[in-house]
């Protein structure tokens, strides 16, 4: 098993229900369970963690859930404290929680709430949960760190300028972090989906005039599904990727080699 | 298995015999293998090629060696002919074989320029032109052409070896939007700084090394098993949606 006995905290982890459609958090706990890894599944979302967790536990993975909004600190410092307690350390950091609710207009259009809010949850989250990780990390000798950014994280499009700006610096973030603590054998990259379908951007890419819209930008035809990202989140998270520090990971279709 | 039932050509892999160093090549060899691939290795170094295909088989796996010098154009129709004779398909293609000789733009004589670009930039490009239709015919396959950290960014003291894996890299992306269509994907693999037979002798000077080990944030040069494991990832059907796409292991040198 290519994660045996590592413990792995991933945000926005709630949307694993078993048999439908997963997002990219939740096909993660799955997937780092069925290969071996101690899973903390975090989200605001509490029902929907601990049914996810409920049915991971059911299938005898190991997992539990916790409640963290990674915009704050304290449940960070919590959450943290939670892990090393019952596992007394923790190997992977996967930064997944994120939305692009209210975000999508162009620089005029964007409100400085709106912006606020993205920087937030896609820029400040990663850096409170890499904060107080990290400590850890270094004590155990090393770790990995996955930040789940976006394409839009790398290029422009016509919308969702705030979401962009936040993956962008997410994108930075990472660098900056696998530089700093590479010394400590901790390693921090970046995924970078192109558009995936999960529970979040359902509603959005199936209405059949978006769907041919974005379906015209990628060359392989079709939208992602979550356990394709997960796949690529699985390998920066496992020893495999024992060389891989500060890159960036881009799971698209071939939407940005264009 | 991660690679079970799959066909794979991978060039530049004559160094593949345990407990002597493997280069890339070699290491993608045997965890492909182990991974349920068949292999076929095609070098130009006919001797080491055949004695690394005899060791994968006294291990029970699948593998052939043809003798390919990738410039070739009539080399790489009869090695993909013989893999499809031998195998029945070809699912995966590896563009591993590699030159890398130290001269600045004043010092790159053309006849170096050339021997770079033939073998990185057409060897790539020769290898892909031939498999694609085999792939097609398949409904897919996965080609994973080995450029470097050097085909990113520039450095004091290599000239044409940048240009070529600098070809390398686009010359992926653009074959990756030629071809999604037909399921077929092509990604690069960007390696910093590896301990192989080919960059051995470099390494090997103090000077060298030193100046090395100080752009490496983890401090310490990779191993050809931590490449293979991302070609593993790309080859593999995990990377389903990954195309045209780079992927850089270089310990952190180029994030800086």
Aim: glycine fraction near 10%; include cysteine; aromatic fraction near 6%.
């Amino acid at each position: 098993m290519r994660l045996n006995n590592k413990v792995a905290l991933i945000t926005g982890a709630a949307t694993g229900d078993r048999d439908g459609r997963k997002g990219i958090g939740g096909a993660c706990a799955w997937l780092f369970a069925r290969e071996g890894a101690k899973v903390i599944v975090t989200d605001i979302n509490d029902t929907l963690g601990k049914q996810t967790v409920k049915q991971m536990q059911a299938d005898n993975l190991d997992t539990v859930y916790l409640h963290l909004d990674v915009t704050r600190e304290p449940d960070w410092t919590q959450a943290i404290k939670a892990v090393i307690a019952k596992h007394g350390r923790i190997d992977v950091l996967v930064n997944c929680g994120g939305d692009a609710d209210g975000a999508a207009f162009p620089v005029e259009g964007t409100t400085r709430q709106a912006w606020d809010r993205m920087m937030d949850i896609h820029a400040k989250g990663p850096l409170l949960g890499m904060k107080h990780a990290i400590p850890h990390m270094q004590k155990q000798g090393g770790g990995s760190i996955v930040n789940v950014s976006s394409m839009h994280g790398i290029v422009g499009s016509f919308t969702v300028t705030a979401y962009q700006a936040a993956k962008g610096a997410s994108r930075i973030l990472s660098k900056a972090a696998a530089i700093q603590y590479a010394k400590d054998n901790i390693r921090v990259n970046s995924v970078h989906p192109g558009y995936t379908i999960t529970p979040l951007t359902e509603s959005m890419f199936t209405d059949p005039d978006i769907h041919d819209d974005r379906i015209r930008e990628v060359p392989l035809g079709r939208m992602a599904r979550a356990e394709e990202i997960a796949n690529a989140i699985l390998y920066l998270a496992s020893d495999e990727s024992s060389y891989v520090t500060g890159a960036e990971l881009v799971v698209d279709g071939g939407v940005i080699a264009q | 298995m991660r690679l079970d039932g799959k066909v794979a050509l991978i060039t530049g892999a004559a160094n593949a015999v345990p407990g002597e160093m493997m280069g890339l090549g070699g290491a993608t060899a045997w965890l492909f293998a182990r991974e349920g691939a068949s292999v076929v290795i095609a070098d130009i170094n006919q001797k080491e090629g055949q004695r690394s295909v005899a060791a994968l088989r006294e291990d029970g796996h699948n593998a052939l060696f043809v003798k390919l010098d990738v410039s070739s154009e009539p080399g790489w129709q009869a090695v993909v002919k013989a893999t499809v004779a031998e195998f029945g398909r070809l699912d995966v293609l590896v563009n591993n074989a590699g030159v890398g000789i130290l001269a600045t733009v004043e010092e790159t004589t053309v006849e170096l320029w050339d021997a770079h670009m033939d073998t990185h930039a057409k060897g790539a490009f020769l290898g892909s032109k031939h498999a694609i239709p085999h792939m097609r015919k398949q409904g897919g396959g996965s080609i994973v052409n080995i450029s470097s950290i050097h085909g990113l960014t520039g450095s004091p003291t290599l000239a044409a070896y940048h240009a070529a894996k600098g070809a390398v890299r686009i010359f992926t992306k653009a074959a990756a939007i030629q071809y999604a269509k037909e399921n077929i994907r092509v990604n690069s693999v960007h390696p910093g700084y590896v301990m192989t037979p080919m960059t051995e002798p470099g390494f090997s000077i103090p000077e060298v090394m030193k100046a090395v080990m100080s752009r490496i944030p983890l401090a310490r040069l990779g191993t050809p098993d931590e490449i293979a494991n991302a070609i593993l990832y790309l080859a593999s059907d995990e990377s389903s949606y990954v195309t045209g796409s780079e992927l850089v292991v270089d310990g952190g040198v180029i994030a800086q």
